[in-house]
Every structure is written in structure tokens, then in C-alpha cells.
């Protein structure tokens, strides 16, 4: 789910795991309230830690899945503002840490003794989970966290806007770049890429045919065919064919259901919300190819919850964690389907899903499944930043493509060898 409508938050940011929980240092910034208190249940008090997602309804339904919960008090901080991590990562250190928490797959951590090993509630039912996720949730063999929405990512396009310009929907990035130059007017941008660019980093490296680290974790997005493909978004970039500082970024649908460009990168989530600004004047398509031979790429976002395994009723918290996400499909289809649309983890609601099963949502659903690309849990924070830094250098600045990868090289590698020796 997105973060859009009331912050101007890059809500990829909070894919990034501190490289270190130690280094977030601090009390969390949280106010005096730690949350310790309400709930409908009786007995334990647990406490869950929720980002602030922008759908309209979401925080009222988290608290009421957590209200209807009668074996504890499970009382909801639904953290505001920009900074969901650091506010996470904090409390975490500290007495006031929650006993579960969304986040994403990440190796740190689990070698840090942050989450707890939930393969024993998991593995009953791993059968009916999307096998993507349950790969990029199982590390040294065990289960971490638990699904709770898959959202891909793609480009969102005006038909009208093609039409009038006479030209079909990309299917190389030679012809993205073909496109929104032909689309590119006084009024309107040929495409929006986030204000950062950053967001269709891994995609162009997907798309390229290569990939960010590869089964040994070693290396593998540094390739010619991914340095070609930054010259050409630098080509965007540098001839004003990109919408660049919107007032709202990547994730908020704002860009292309105002008319402010004729295509945008953006979530599956965002997809009622355009339909219902434009009808059937939008399509879909996956980050086209960017080199002979190599597949499009969708990204596959999503959220998923986790267990303190320090926290003081750590049973407790599992239990309610299967009660919720595992055990309570209504309102896991709830979650997915009501604010928004996200395709379910869970096999079985994702096929049973009828938002899903025809017209654009349908189609998003295709393209998940042909071209998504999930979690790599060992891809760190420091490694994304490393390649951040590659799209400002090479996109934003005109730098040198493979200088800007060989600096990135040098991070990553560091990182690699922390984790891995």
C-alpha cells in the first residue's frame, strides 16, 4: 500500500533496513504515548508498529482487526510523517519496542536476533503462499515474516495521449525513449519516473537481463547492457522529457490523473484511484525491455509482519500474528482489497479474488506473474543507496555509467563481505 495523500514521502525509503540496528541509536521518537495501553483483549499487551499508509480507511482497519483480537490488548502506533524506519529501528533498542512490526525481508535482521523464527506457524500453510515470497522470507532454511500484500509496480499510460501521438505502448526502452519525446508537449511530460529517478533503477537493471546480485551473491548488475540503459534515461532526463520535481512523487497517482504527464511509474495500489480519474483511458505495461533478448520487468513491492524476537511476550506475539495474517483469511483479503488494489499472498485468495479477475487489475495480475521480480533479503540498505548514487551520478549529473557503477562496486562489495565473508 502506498503512503500518498498526506506526506511527500518516498515510500521505497522504507524498504531499506538500517545497515546496523545499532547505528539507529536513540529513543523512538514517538512522543510520550508508548502504546501500552486499550485493546479489547484481556491479559497480555502487545503493541504492532504500522507506517501511516494514504488509502482512506487503512489505519480504521488495522485497529479493528487488532480490536477484534480477544486473547490480548493489541494496541496500533501508526507512525506518521517521513521517517517510519528510523522511528522503527530506534524503538526497537529501547524498553518501548513493539512486539510486531511491518517491514521488509532483510538479512541484517536476522543476523542481528531482531526477528523472531516464524516457521513454525508458517510452514502449515507455506503450500497456499506465493512461493516468491516465501523464498525471499527464508533465510538459513527458516521462515522470518509473513506476507500481507503483494504490490507490483509498473508503468500506468494514457491511451488518448498515445493515440493522439501515433504511437503503441512501449516495448524497448529505445522506444520509451521514442515515447516520451513524441508525447513530451508545452503542457504535459512524456513520463514521470519519481523526482529521484531512483524508483526504475532495478528495474532497468532486470530489464537489461541482469540482476542486482546474483545465486552466489556476488555482483551482477554491473553490465554493459545496464550502463546502456542509463545513457538512454540520461537522454530523458537531459532533453526535458521527464517530469521531474512534482509535487507529489512517484507513488501518489497525482501526476498522471491531473494531466501532468502521459506516463507514469507507480503501484498497483494507486490503480482504483486512476480508473476512477480517467475510466478506461489508462493502461498498464512492465518496464520495458533494454536489451536483446531480455525480459520487461515488474518490481514487486509489498509488506510483511514481523515478531520482536526480544520482546517480552514473544509466544504471544506469534499468536496473534497467525491469529491475524495467518488464520483470519477475511480480513487478510480485507487488507488487500478494500483500500486499494494488491494481490494477496495467500494462493488461495489471490485466485478467488473477483477484483482481480478482469479488466486492468486482471492485467496488473499478468504482468506480476509473467515479469516480478521480489525481495532479495541480502540486498541492503547501503547497497541501495549505493545504486541511488548511481542514478544521480550517471542520470542526474551526466556522469560517466561506468564510473558511477564501478564507485557503487565498492560499496556493495564492502557490504557483501560483512554479510558473507
Same mark, same amino acid.
Given at each position: 500500500?502506498?503512503?500518498?495523500?498526506?506526506?511527500?514521502?518516498?515510500?521505497?525509503?522504507? #524498504?531499506?533496513?538500517?545497515?546496523?540496528?545499532?547505528?539507529?541509536?536513540?529513543?523512538?521518537?514517538?512522543?510520550?504515548?508508548?502504546?501500552?495501553?486499550?485493546?479489547?483483549?484481556?491479559?497480555?499487551? %502487545?503493541?504492532?508498529?504500522?507506517?501511516?499508509?494514504?488509502?482512506?480507511?487503512?489505519?480504521?482497519? +488495522?485497529?479493528? @482487526? *487488532?480490536?477484534?483480537?480477544?486473547?490480548?490488548?493489541?494496541?496500533?502506533?501508526? /507512525?506518521?510523517?517521513?521517517?517510519?524506519?528510523?522511528?522503527?529501528?530506534?524503538?526497537?533498542?529501547?524498553?518501548?519496542?513493539?512486539?510486531?512490526?511491518?517491514?521488509?525481508?532483510?538479512?541484517? #535482521?536476522?543476523? &542481528?536476533?531482531?526477528?523472531?523464527?516464524?516457521?513454525? /506457524?508458517?510452514?502449515?500453510?507455506?503450500?497456499?503462499?506465493?512461493?516468491?515470497?516465501?523464498?525471499?522470507?527464508?533465510?538459513?532454511?527458516? +521462515?522470518?515474516?509473513?506476507?500481507? +500484500?503483494?504490490?507490483?509496480?509498473?508503468? @500506468?499510460?494514457?491511451?488518448?495521449?498515445?493515440?493522439?501521438?501515433?504511437?503503441?505502448?512501449?516495448?524497448?526502452?529505445?522506444?520509451?525513449?521514442?515515447?516520451?519525446?513524441? %508525447?513530451?508537449?508545452?503542457?504535459?511530460?512524456?513520463?514521470?519516473?519519481?523526482?529521484?529517478?531512483?524508483?526504475?533503477?532495478?528495474?532497468? +537493471?532486470? &530489464?537489461?537481463?541482469?540482476?542486482?546480485?546474483?545465486?552466489?551473491?556476488?555482483?551482477? @548488475?554491473?553490465?554493459?547492457?545496464?550502463?546502456?540503459?542509463?545513457?538512454?534515461?540520461?537522454?530523458?532526463?537531459?532533453?526535458?522529457?521527464? !517530469?521531474?520535481?512534482?509535487?507529489?512523487?512517484?507513488?501518489?497517482?497525482?501526476?498522471?490523473?491531473?494531466?501532468?504527464?502521459?506516463? $507514469?511509474?507507480?503501484?498497483?495500489?494507486?490503480?482504483?484511484?486512476? $480508473?476512477?480519474? !480517467?475510466?478506461?483511458?489508462?493502461? /498498464?505495461?512492465?518496464?520495458?525491455?533494454?536489451?536483446?533478448?531480455?525480459?520487461?520487468?515488474?518490481?514487486?513491492?509489498?509488506?510483511?509482519?514481523?515478531?520482536?524476537?526480544?520482546?517480552?511476550?514473544?509466544?504471544?506475539?506469534?499468536?496473534?500474528?497467525?491469529?491475524?495474517?495467518?488464520?483470519?483469511?477475511? @480480513?487478510?483479503?480485507?487488507?488487500? #482489497?478494500?483500500?486499494?488494489?494488491?494481490?494477496?499472498?495467500?494462493?488461495?485468495?489471490?485466485?478467488?479474488?473477483?477484483? !482481480?479477475?478482469?479488466? #486492468?487489475? *486482471?492485467?496488473?495480475?499478468?504482468?506480476?506473474?509473467?515479469?516480478?521480480?521480489?525481495?532479495?533479503?541480502?540486498?541492503?540498505?547501503?547497497? /541501495?543507496?549505493?545504486?541511488?548514487?548511481?542514478? *544521480?551520478?550517471?542520470?542526474?549529473?551526466?556522469?560517466?555509467?561506468?564510473?558511477? %557503477?564501478?564507485?557503487?562496486?565498492?560499496?556493495?562489495?564492502?557490504?557483501?563481505?560483512?554479510?558473507?565473508?
Amino acid at each position: 500500500m502506498s503512503a500518498f495523500s498526506n506526506t511527500n514521502w518516498d515510500r521505497r525509503s522504507v #524498504l531499506r533496513a538500517a545497515m546496523g540496528l545499532a547505528a539507529a541509536g536513540g529513543l523512538a521518537a514517538c512522543g510520550s504515548n508508548n502504546g501500552r495501553g486499550g485493546g479489547s483483549g484481556s491479559g497480555t499487551n %502487545l503493541v504492532q508498529y504500522f507506517h501511516a499508509y494514504g488509502e482512506a480507511g487503512t489505519e480504521q482497519a +488495522i485497529k479493528k @482487526y *487488532a480490536a477484534a483480537y480477544d486473547k490480548a490488548n493489541v494496541t496500533t502506533q501508526w /507512525i506518521t510523517g517521513t521517517n517510519f524506519e528510523s522511528k522503527l529501528f530506534s524503538a526497537l533498542l529501547t524498553d518501548n519496542a513493539p512486539d510486531v512490526f511491518e517491514f521488509h525481508p532483510q538479512i541484517q #535482521l536476522v543476523k &542481528s536476533g531482531q526477528v523472531a523464527d516464524l516457521s513454525d /506457524i508458517i510452514n502449515p500453510v507455506k503450500d497456499d503462499f506465493n512461493q516468491a515470497d516465501i523464498a525471499s522470507h527464508t533465510i538459513d532454511g527458516k +521462515i522470518w515474516g509473513v506476507r500481507m +500484500i503483494d504490490d507490483p509496480q509498473f508503468f @500506468y499510460y494514457r491511451k488518448s495521449m498515445l493515440e493522439d501521438a501515433g504511437i503503441e505502448p512501449p516495448t524497448t526502452l529505445d522506444e520509451l525513449v521514442e515515447a516520451a519525446a513524441k %508525447l513530451t508537449t508545452d503542457k504535459v511530460k512524456g513520463v514521470f519516473l519519481g523526482n529521484s529517478v531512483t524508483p526504475v533503477m532495478n528495474p532497468l +537493471i532486470w &530489464s537489461a537481463g541482469a540482476d542486482t546480485l546474483d545465486d552466489k551473491n556476488q555482483i551482477a @548488475y554491473h553490465t554493459d547492457a545496464v550502463a546502456e540503459g542509463l545513457t538512454k534515461l540520461r537522454t530523458m532526463f537531459k532533453s526535458g522529457h521527464m !517530469l521531474l520535481d512534482a509535487p507529489a512523487d512517484w507513488w501518489d497517482p497525482s501526476a498522471i490523473t491531473q494531466g501532468l504527464v502521459a506516463m $507514469q511509474w507507480c503501484g498497483m495500489w494507486a490503480m482504483p484511484v486512476i $480508473q476512477k480519474a !480517467l475510466g478506461d483511458d489508462v493502461g /498498464i505495461i512492465p518496464f520495458p525491455s533494454s536489451a536483446d533478448g531480455a525480459k520487461p520487468a515488474v518490481t514487486n513491492g509489498g509488506w510483511s509482519m514481523f515478531v520482536n524476537a526480544k520482546s517480552k511476550h514473544l509466544d504471544e506475539a506469534k499468536e496473534y500474528v497467525k491469529w491475524l495474517w495467518i488464520d483470519q483469511k477475511e @480480513y487478510q483479503e480485507d487488507w488487500a #482489497l478494500s483500500y486499494g488494489f494488491h494481490i494477496p499472498p495467500r494462493t488461495s485468495l489471490a485466485e478467488s479474488a473477483d477484483k !482481480l479477475k478482469s479488466g #486492468l487489475a *486482471a492485467e496488473g495480475v499478468k504482468l506480476f506473474n509473467e515479469f516480478g521480480h521480489f525481495d532479495n533479503p541480502a540486498w541492503t540498505q547501503a547497497m /541501495i543507496v549505493a545504486l541511488e548514487g548511481v542514478v *544521480a551520478d550517471a542520470v542526474r549529473k551526466g556522469g560517466d555509467p561506468e564510473a558511477a %557503477l564501478d564507485k557503487a562496486d565498492k560499496t556493495v562489495n564492502r557490504e557483501l563481505k560483512k554479510l558473507f565473508g
